[in-house]
């Protein structure tokens, strides 16, 4: 149906007696469908905090938190055994779009606010019949290998540690061997900053928040505006910066839009904006996969409704170079159970177009976390399933787990199906697709257990009874293999064979005090595993690297570590860089403080402490460990990377970054992002 078809329909059902707002008036509904921008009161905050503001208007009641209910409760989920399939269904119009929010959001204020009832819309165990949902399939031939981290065997500069070798990820400092790009002040400023070959740096460019926002815009039109920096790439003579925009003109009521900046760099010192596109909502990640830019973000539809009952926010809206169109009908899909409350938006750029259409497709659903490969996007969120009342007041919520698969290998996302799962996926290395299978380690409320789903998210096979009353640590899968490390006081790692989908069997396992946050593979049949120290009754406060030899899974071994008392090495797989196959830099920070190094000024007041980065490399079954690159600083250091025969330690608030030499481990210089740069030990 074309859209003036569709505008002839949308009047003969206007001429029934129904009673509508003035926002769903015909000449409004017609601008909606032709894409015509409507005025819309715009939302954000100077301050990522009044975000809280917006929220606040609207808790009235004490179980208003369950507004968003995209959040992992500390409390695993207690679920039906198995995956439940979810149909879906594309928005046939957008007033049958609005009405269907708008009927949930009477029913949730009359129902739960006024009546105080236990009531939450769709909340059903009887989910809709999967033979309606459109299935894609996966390529075997073409599907990723787990362990391919895309790290070349002796590369001259530290690259960003991807989760999947063939889908490119953004990080807050990324290098090409002769420039840093970074986000600092806190997601306030971007940098290039220039890495002279004695080790020396010199900012080159430099772009406050604040001043995308001022260009070209009347002083009137940025009232209220707050920009904030999450990540960049540099991809060929182009930076990609990933942002949201706040705006609260109106005290506490406004919205947010992300999006990306894309910035011309053949000049470093003087790049130009070329293009700004944004969507409605809050910056969630992005992703390259195959020269097309994938970027996630997520709208709370029903939390701006909320705010002033316009009917116009209900739609997701797309900017783009000063231009706003809503997201289209067709692009748009919902699955019938899901509580209509949040967007997620789906925008995808072809970066060999740097100025081509960009196409956005909106899901209503949930999403907390994400797991892309190079066609496919995996988003989960919770959803409520039952709740416990007493004495007045809520006690308890149980929870489900909804997994929705997404093909990103055409010009526009399109929705495949979803999955109710019985657990919690802990992060995105807890799930895999690897020869058409979606393997999940899935932490539950007694035990884990290993989950293997079909290309259409159907169960295939499931190991339930993992370290009873434990949780999931970390996990890695590589190949036919995956690595899983529980915990309660002491840390067990399990080596799990998956080479038959049908009947995946734990081949052994090894208990260790502390526990591995993150696991890394270091070499043939080597793991390295980042974390917590420990004795048999749980953590000491210290970190700890095990190397595990797993050539024999039946048989895993912890043949070597290191401890580190009152210290914190970051287990964040983007703060671990390879230097070659079998040695890497993790970032450090020690505990203690020395009172002498307390600052009070008007800027900060707090202490100068001692952080940076620590190299180690396995050497003959063993870590050593062949350099400390330490500074003192005001922030932690979150990142640490090399060019050559120099490391960089990097943090992302104010005091800066400084470089080492690699092989000596002294301090060469230091860059100021603030007024108090890093400086030498004393």
């Not at 909340?123 to 033979?131: I, K, N, Q, V, Y």
């Not at 696991?519 to 000491?540: A, M």
């Not at 390879?578 to 800027?603: A, G, R």
């Amino acid at each position: 149906m074309n859209n003036n078809e569709e505008m002839k329909l949308l009047r003969e059902k206007l001429s029934e007696e129904i009673s509508l707002p003035e926002s769903l008036s015909p000449e409004n509904i017609e601008k909606l469908v032709s894409g015509e921008k409507q005025e819309k009161k715009q939302n954000g905050n100077i301050r990522r905090v009044a975000a809280v503001a917006v929220a606040a208007c609207i808790m009235i009641t004490s179980i208003v938190f369950l507004w968003d209910k995209d959040i992992i409760p500390d409390s695993t989920s207690d679920t039906a055994e198995g995956t439940t399939e979810i149909s879906a269904e594309n928005s046939g119009s957008y007033d049958e779009l609005i009405g269907k929010i708008k009927k949930y959001a009477e029913e949730y204020e009359s129902k739960v606010i006024l009546r105080g009832e236990n009531y939450f819309y769709g909340l059903t165990d009887e989910m809709a019949d999967s033979e309606d949902v459109a299935l894609g399939g996966l390529k075997a031939e073409e599907s990723m290998n787990s362990y391919n981290t895309g790290i070349a065997a002796s590369p001259s500069h530290g690259t960003v540690n991807l989760r999947d070798g063939n889908v490119n990820e953004a990080d807050i400092l990324i290098t090409d061997g002769e420039y840093f790009y970074s986000v600092t002040g806190y997601g306030k400023f971007i940098n290039i900053i220039e890495a002279l070959p004695d080790g020396t740096m010199k900012t080159v460019w430099t772009k406050e928040a604040e001043d995308v926002v001022s260009e070209n815009k009347a002083p009137e039109e940025i009232a209220g505006y707050d920009v904030h920096y999450h990540e960049l790439y540099k991809y060929e003579s182009y930076l990609l910066v990933g942002f949201t925009k706040y705006n609260f003109p109106e005290g506490n009521k406004g919205n947010c839009v992300s999006g990306v900046l894309i910035f011309d760099i053949t000049d470093k010192s003087a790049p130009v904006l070329v293009r700004e596109f944004a969507v409605d909502g809050f910056f969630m990640s992005s992703r390259i996969t195959d020269g097309k830019l994938v970027l996630i973000s997520k709208y709370q539809a029903l939390t701006q409704y909320f705010s002033g009952k316009d009917d116009s926010v209900l739609i997701p809206t797309v900017y783009n170079n000063g231009e706003t169109v809503y997201v289209p009908c067709d692009c748009i899909c919902f699955p019938p159970e899901e509580a209509p409350e949040t967007y997620i938006n789906i925008s995808k750029i072809d970066l060999s177009d740097i100025n081509g259409e960009a196409v956005t497709s909106s899901i209503l659903g949930k999403a907390y976390d994400m797991y892309c490969t190079r066609d496919s996007l995996y988003l989960w969120g919770t959803k409520l399933t039952d709740s416990y009342w007493g004495f007045g007041r809520m006690l308890a919520l149980t929870y489900d787990t909804v997994l929705t698969k997404i093909d990103i290998s055409g010009d526009k996302a399109t929705f495949i199906c979803s999955a109710e799962l019985d657990g919690n996926i802990l992060n995105s290395f807890a799930i895999d697709e690897y020869n058409g299978f979606i393997r999940i380690a899935l932490q539950r409320e007694e035990d884990n257990s290993i989950l293997i789903l079909n290309e259409k998210l159907e169960k295939v096979s499931e190991i339930t009874g993992i370290a009873k009353g434990e949780r999931i640590k970390s996990s890695r899968f590589m190949g036919n293999t995956v690595y899983v490390v529980t915990f309660v006081q002491t840390d067990p790692l399990f080596v799990i064979d998956l080479s038959d989908p049908e009947k995946p069997v734990v081949l052994g396992e090894v208990k260790l005090p502390g526990f591995s946050s993150y696991l890394h593979p270091v070499g043939d049949g080597l793991l390295v595993g980042i974390g917590q120290g420990g004795t048999e009754t749980g953590v000491d406060g210290s970190s700890k690297i095990s190397l595990f030899d797993v050539s024999d899974p039946a048989s895993p071994k912890e043949i070597d570590y290191l401890s580190f008392p009152d210290s914190y090495l970051r287990p964040e797989y983007k703060a671990f860089c390879s230097v070659t196959e079998n040695s890497f830099l993790v970032t450090y920070q020690h505990f203690s403080i020395d009172e002498s190094k307390f600052i009070d000024t008007e800027d900060y007041r707090g202490y100068y402490f001692t952080t940076g980065a620590l190299y180690f490399a396995v050497e003959n079954g063993k870590l050593v460990q062949k350099g400390s690159y330490l500074a003192e600083s005001i922030d932690a250091v979150e990142r640490a990377t090399f060019i050559n025969d120099k490391v960089y330690i990097f943090g992302s608030g104010f005091s800066g970054i400084a470089s080492f030499d690699m092989k000596t481990s002294q301090f060469i210089d230091t860059l100021s992002f603030g007024n108090f740069r890093m400086r030498p030990v004393s």
